[in-house]
Each structure stands twice: as structure tokens, then as C-alpha cells.
């Protein structure tokens, strides 16, 4: 049972256009959002984050999209730049009472090309 | 700020042999993570601990999988006996802790890949 979907294995995008990651999720319950950026042989790096009370967030070059009716974020990255070649994972959020608990989607791994 | 710590970064081991990662997370984080990522599979949670207390381990295999976090600081985690199925990496993380809020940001260390022969 996945309840967080990125359905695009790999998107590649040239430098300086848009980036569009996708992410879909099932479950309700989640009330936090979040998109994480790995490089290889790293741990994740927390990129950015939206809470499902808003609909849009916005940092930088970074921009996390949620449509809550649809259960559906996305993460635009403009301009897209070679040093964001990396696999972007988004991952949810449910407080439990005791505990906060992510859950991840498998990753899109983006690729920058000049 | 020095993040989070982990050691050995990588680990080859026959299958049937044990094996013990070590997490030294962000000083002053509370509540500490392990995750299990296998290769084209996102991080899945194995255990989480609240300082030195467990407050989530549902989706740890037990019969093979331990993990303690003494002091509330450092923790290590064990695999006894390794099968060919546990070759992923394992990455600790930790966070404040702030009595569980979604918001609660996790930031992870670099992990240690185990492969199991």
C-alpha cells in the first residue's frame, strides 16, 4: 500500500527552463508535505515544505505546489539549474499523537542538461 | 552546526553474520530515526526513538532487526542474522522533537550501504 506516489521515474530538463516534479498521496490524514533532494552516496536534504493548510510555498528558485482536493503537490524548480541534477523524493507527514511519521514516495531523479 | 553522524559509510557481510551501524545525531535533537532505503525504493521508517524511549518501531523486523539509544544521544542499530534481502542503506536521522508536530523537520546523515553476500 503506497500511500505517497511519484509516478515519474526520471524527468530531464535543459538548464534555465522549468522543472515540474510530481507527487500524488492517498492518504487524508496527512497534514505536513515536504520534498527532499539526495545527491549520491548523501543522506537526503531537506529542500522545502507545505503544510496542508496553505496551497502554495515558495523559496527561491523553489516553488512547492499543493491541491488538497486532488491529493496532489507538485515542486517547481525555475530556473532549473545543472546543480540540481539530483533525485527528489516528497514525503508526507501525520502526527500520530506521539509521534510525527514520514512517509516517502520513490523519487524522480531530475537531470539538468546544458 | 555538525549534522548527523553515521559510521561505517559502507559495509560488505556474508549472509547469516551480524552487523551494527552507529548514529550520532544533530546535538540537541530529541528524537532520533532509522530508515531502511532499498535501491530504487524511498526511505522506509524502521524505528524512531523519543529521547531514549521508543515511540515507533511497527515496521521493524524484530526477530533479526535491534536497536537502543542509550543516554538519549548516540544509537546503534544490529542485524542478527543479515539475509540477502537486508542489502539497502540505512540512513539515521533526527529532528527537535517537538512533542510530535508534523512540522517537525527531519535531517538525515549520510548512510552506510550494506551489501549482503
Known amino acids: 500500500d503506497q500511500q505517497v506516489k511519484q509516478n515519474s521515474p526520471s524527468l530531464s530538463v535543459q538548464e534555465g527552463r522549468i522543472s515540474i516534479l510530481n507527487c500524488d498521496y492517498t492518504?487524508?490524514?496527512?497534514?505536513?508535505f515536504l520534498w527532499y533532494k539526495k545527491y549520491p552516496a548523501e543522506g537526503p536534504t531537506f529542500l522545502i515544505s507545505i503544510s496542508s493548510i496553505k496551497d502554495k510555498n515558495e523559496d527561491g528558485r523553489f516553488t512547492v505546489f499543493l491541491n488538497k482536493s486532488a491529493k496532489h503537490l507538485s515542486l517547481h524548480i525555475v530556473p532549473s539549474q545543472p546543480g540540481d541534477s539530483a533525485v527528489y523524493f516528497c514525503?508526507?507527514?501525520?502526527?500520530?499523537?506521539?509521534?510525527?511519521?514520514?512517509?516517502f514516495g520513490t523519487g524522480t531523479r531530475l537531470q539538468v542538461t546544458l | 552546526e555538525a549534522g548527523v553522524a553515521q559510521s561505517p559509510r559502507y559495509k560488505i557481510i556474508e549472509k547469516r553474520q551480524s552487523v551494527a551501524f552507529w548514529c550520532n545525531p544533530i546535538s540537541g535533537h530529541a528524537t532520533l530515526y532509522w530508515y531502511q532505503q532499498i535501491l530504487g525504493q524511498g526511505p522506509k521508517l524502521l524505528i524512531q526513538f523519543q529521547n531514549n524511549g521508543v515511540v515507533d518501531d511497527s515496521q521493524l523486523p524484530k526477530d533479526r532487526f535491534s536497536a537502543e539509544r542509550l543516554k538519549g544521544v548516540d544509537s546503534t542499530l544490529k542485524i542478527q542474522p543479515a539475509k540477502l534481502e537486508d542489502s539497502a542503506v540505512y540512513l539515521c536521522?533526527?529532528?527537535?522533537?517537538?512533542?510530535?508536530?508534523?512540522?517537525?523537520?527531519?535531517?538525515f546523515g549520510p548512510g552506510t550501504r550494506l551489501t549482503v553476500l
Open positions: 536521522a533526527s529532528s527537535l522533537g517537538d512533542s510530535g508536530v508534523s512540522t517537525d523537520t527531519q535531517y
Open positions: 492518504n487524508s490524514m496527512f497534514d505536513y
Open positions: 514525503a508526507a507527514s501525520v502526527n500520530t499523537g506521539t509521534a510525527s511519521k514520514l512517509t
